[in-house]
Structures are given as C-alpha cells and as structure tokens.
C-alpha cells in the first residue's frame, strides 16, 4: 500500500490520526472549563499512566480545548536538573500573551511579576545584566514574588495571573508534563498555590501528567493534596478503542483491515497506543492491498518489534548502566516467577524488591543503588512501599526476549 498515505503516527507525543477511547477524559475537561468560567469552584487536573499509554498526547488535547475556550495557556516539560521558576515563568509569559487583554497598566503589572518570579532562579548576588530574562520587555516588580520562598513567590505570582485572568473574563491554564520530576520544594509551592487560588475562586487550574506514582509524590508533599487535584489514570485501550484507532484512520484512507487481523494487532499492541501506531504504520507498509490481513500483520511484527526494540525499549535501556541492567532483568525474571506461581504477566503491575533481591541472590540493601538510580532516571517507580514496576509497559518482555 502508498506509504505516502500512511495514515498511523508512532511519534513521542505526537497525535494519533483518531484520538481514540479518551472522550470520557476530554467531556470531563471541558466540564471543568466551564465551571471554572462561571465561577464554579473545581479541582486542578493529574493524568497519570505508564510511558507509550498516550499522556501527552491528552495533555496537548486539553490544552487544545482550552485554547478554543479562549483561555491563556502555557505548557512546561518538568526535568530533574531543573527548578521550577524558569520554565513556568516562559509558560506564564505565553500564558498570559494568548488572554487576548488590551496592553494596560495591569497588564505590565503582572508580566513584572512573572519576570521578578523568573529570576529570582539567578544565583545569588549575581549582578542585574548577569540575571536571566525571560523576554519580557516590563520591569521586574519589587516586593511581588521576589522573595526567594518558593512557595511564597508562586502564591503570589498565582494570584496575580489569577487576579488578571479574573478582570478579562477568561481563564489561565497551566500545563505540566512529566510531573514527577519536579524537586520537592517545586512540588510543595505548587500544591500550596492551588489551593490558595482554589480557595480565591480565580480562574486558574493546574493539568499535570506523569508516571503512575505521581499522586503518591504529591501526597508526600502536602497531605491534603489528595482532595485538591482530580486524578485520572490513564490506561491501555479496550478492544473496541483499539479497533478504532485503528479502523479511523484506514477508512479515511479509503482502506480497512480483516477482522482477524484487527484482533492480531489487539494481541500483539495489548491495546497501548503506543504499540497500535507502531503496529498499524508497519503494518500498513508491507501490506499488498487492502484491506490489511491476519498475515500482512505476521509480516509486519518483526520489523515492527525491532523498531520498537530500537526506539522505544532500546533507548531506555542504554541509559542503565551495567549494574542497573542487571536490576531490570532480576525484575523480569521475578515477574516470570510470579507467572509460573500462577500469575497473568500482562497483568502483574509491580514486584517486591525482596523476590529481585531474591533473583539476584543479594540482599535488599545492597541493591539500594541501582533501585534508586532507576527511580530517578524513570525507568521503574515504586508505588506502594516495598514494590516497584517498569514505567514502560512490555519491559520486561523486551529484557527477557532481546537484552
């Protein structure tokens, strides 16, 4: 079949053709900005998953719908080596640039704000030409999100967006991907700013997304954390939206797939997203003609596999180093174990660091290092004490079958 047609869009973050089995997710947000514009009071957002299971891709859909609701946006990718004030300043600039407000005295009021926020990030004692700027032409406020107490500043700073969004008649919405790794000073500052704005009744919200123990970081960080955001988890697809996203786009192509090969790809993509475009661009490829059969997907799977070893599995294994690895594959070996005590593998979420301790013929404590090593670079997380799991579904299927 022409690849030039090639409907399916395997990309990090990208957009699927057909944004499929998310519309339960995408009516409550739309709720949500509707409330929030009539002075309803409502919960910040938290999606949560594993890598491959279409976070970001939602993410960049809320923002979406915000944007057609004529909020002012901003969107931010969380990074462990780095403090919260830089990026979320650039995402309030552009934030509060798409509120659409006639330029004002206001308006510099606030964008002072955001820059003195912004480069409080400055070592200290640095002169003023050395400070950062995040390009915005309004001097930096004196006495207003200034102090250097994260958490003040961001309350501050919140409110000022807030107070601005409130007199315009629309709504600030900020977007956080990849959540879980902002340090735990940034965590604290932001759970307290919700629910001081919460509280306030301004029209700003929160939509983060990130890995499946996400709400446990928040909750760590202030107790009443659970009540202030609206949790989602976001999961691999039932059959029916698997079919879907796959069928969608086909048909627009004028193409289309055999039963039987709808239900190949079911079992070989286990419904994550991820793996239904990575399957469905390959097997679209090798395909002859359509509609795309049972064999054209046995065709397709090595070459699909290996794409995914590569890209997706690969990537993520090579930033291990040799002892870490040896961690990951004591953790599907363990997984296995669990299968042959009578277990489901798709099924098994997490094991106890006990059994790979145990796989390893090594104590626990010993084995501290690597486990938190993989903690910090998200390759497994641990979400309840004493228990981690891979962040990427399939893992440990690739450990036992490639590495």
């Known amino acids: 079949m022409d690849p030039i047609r090639?409907?399916?869009?395997?990309?990090?973050?990208?957009?699927?053709?057909?944004?499929?089995?998310?519309?339960?997710?995408?009516?409550?947000?739309?709720?949500?900005?509707?409330?929030?514009?009539?002075?309803?009071?409502?919960?910040?957002?938290?999606?949560?998953?594993?890598?491959?299971?279409?976070?970001?891709?939602?993410?960049?859909?809320?923002?979406?719908?915000?944007?057609?609701?004529?909020?002012?946006?901003?969107?931010?990718?969380?990074?462990?080596?780095?403090?919260?004030?830089r990026p979320l300043s650039a995402a309030l600039h552009v934030a509060v640039r798409e509120l659409g407000h006639p330029a004002g005295e206001e308006v510099d009021q606030v964008l002072g704000v955001i820059k003195a926020f912004a480069q409080r990030d400055t070592a200290p004692g640095a002169k003023l030409r050395e400070r950062w700027n995040p390009g915005i032409d309004a001097p930096a406020a004196t006495g207003r999100a200034d102090s250097g107490d994260i958490e003040i500043d961001l309350v501050e700073l919140l409110t000022d967006v807030g107070g601005l969004a409130a007199d315009v008649g629309r709504g600030v919405a900020v977007f956080i991907d990849e959540m879980q790794d902002l340090g735990p000073e940034d965590v604290s500052a932001l759970c307290a700013a919700c629910h001081e704005i919460s509280q306030s009744g301004l029209p700003v919200i929160v939509v983060g997304a990130g890995l499946p123990h996400l709400p446990a970081v928040l909750s760590a960080s202030k107790s009443y954390s659970e009540r202030l955001f609206r949790y989602?988890?976001?999961?691999?697809?039932?059959?029916?939206?698997?079919?879907?996203?796959?069928?969608?786009?086909?048909?627009?192509?004028?193409?289309?797939?055999?039963?039987?090969?709808?239900?190949?790809?079911?079992?070989?993509?286990?419904?994550?997203?991820?793996?239904?475009?990575?399957?469905?661009?390959?097997?679209?490829?090798?395909?002859?003609?359509?509609?795309?059969?049972?064999?054209?997907?046995?065709?397709?799977?090595?070459?699909?596999?290996?794409?995914?070893?590569?890209?997706?599995?690969?990537?993520?294994?090579?930033?291990?180093?040799?002892?870490?690895?040896?961690?990951?594959?004591?953790?599907?070996?363990?997984?296995?174990?669990?299968?042959?005590?009578?277990?489901?593998?798709?099924?098994?979420?997490?094991?106890?660091?006990?059994?790979?301790?145990?796989?390893?013929?090594?104590?626990?404590?010993?084995?501290?290092?690597?486990?938190?090593?993989?903690?910090k670079k998200g390759l497994i997380y641990s979400g309840e004490r004493g228990r981690i799991a891979f962040t990427v579904p399939h893992f440990g299927r690739y450990l036992r079958t490639t590495a």
């Open 6 to 85: 090639n409907p399916y869009a395997p990309g990090a973050g990208q957009r699927p053709p057909e944004l499929a089995g998310r519309d339960e997710q995408l009516h409550a947000f739309d709720v949500v900005l509707e409330r929030v514009a009539r002075g309803r009071p409502e919960r910040s957002v938290v999606l949560t998953g594993l890598r491959g299971v279409g976070k970001t891709v939602l993410l960049n859909a809320l923002r979406s719908a915000a944007v057609r609701a004529s909020w002012g946006t901003g969107k931010l990718e969380a990074r462990p080596d780095q403090r919260l004030r």
């Open 232 to 375: 989602q988890r976001i999961d691999r697809l039932d059959r029916g939206a698997a079919d879907l996203a796959l069928v969608a786009p086909a048909e627009d192509e004028e193409a289309g797939f055999t039963p039987e090969a709808l239900e190949a790809m079911y079992a070989a993509t286990a419904g994550y997203p991820y793996f239904i475009q990575a399957y469905g661009k390959v097997a679209w490829d090798v395909a002859p003609r359509s509609p795309i059969t049972v064999d054209d997907v046995a065709v397709a799977a090595p070459e699909a596999e290996a794409e995914l070893a590569v890209g997706f599995f690969g990537s993520r294994y090579e930033r291990a180093t040799p002892a870490e690895r040896e961690y990951l594959r004591a953790m599907a070996d363990a997984a296995t174990a669990a299968v042959e005590a009578g277990g489901d593998l798709d099924d098994i979420e997490s094991v106890a660091t006990s059994e790979v301790a145990a796989v390893l013929g090594r104590k626990p404590q010993s084995l501290s290092p690597a486990r938190d090593a993989l903690l």
